[in-house]
């Protein structure tokens, strides 16, 4: 007998739609971002994630101009670099404060998310957005605020959602064992991972992508499919 007692979850292709993170996210922080740097950029957080990112790409003195469009580059290639995605966060935190849109939630979400709480597990996301990107995205959600709803929030500073050592960390910091944990996700290498790390895993795919012949996650079509 399988006793999840916590539930960690992706975001983009699981909770929410990818167009809302590729469509909606993703063109606002990079419309805004040579601007967002130009004001910004004295400010000492702002400082700390430029100097990351011309580190990760192995600039020794870049200037700002240089930074930024690295950053553009690496938006249009969704690399998930944790130091674009503390800077996209920042961006972002605006849109949501000037109603400029709110994140999407699949509709049955919200209310597995209650559920599943109710019932006594915990409840964590994991996600290549960094964790102020995440709480807002759940606090400006279509479905209202669902920030009370968990215990936690993970991002790359944990380590790559591909790599199993992540899901090893994730396990001790919530103090649990991976046998009663729970990942879903809609990305099949990110499952390998966690089931590596002796995770429970469920694949999210959502309409109207492919089933796929034989899947080697289980596999649900929404929330209201998972019977922790
Ligand atoms: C926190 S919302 C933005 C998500 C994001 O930037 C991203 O790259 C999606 O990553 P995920 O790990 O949720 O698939
Ligand atoms: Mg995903």
Redesign the pocket.
Known sequence: MIEIRAIVT???????S?SF?RDV??PYARKRLPAFIETHGDRPEVQHWLHEAAKEAGLVEAARQEIIELLLQWIDE?R?STAL?AL??MI?KDGYAAGDYR?HMYPEVAARLRDWRADGLRLY??????VP??Q??FRYSEAGDLTALFAGYF??ETGP?RETESYRRIAAAIDEQPRHILFL???VE?LDAAQAAGFHTGWLIREPLAWPVEPRHRAYRDFDAITP
Do not use: C, N, P, R
């Open positions: 992706d975001i983009e292709g699981t909770t929410s990818i993170v996210l993703f969704d998930k995605k996209q966060g972002w994140a996301v994991y996600s290549s957005g960094s990107a995440q807002l995205l991002d790359t959602k996700s809609d990305i990110e």
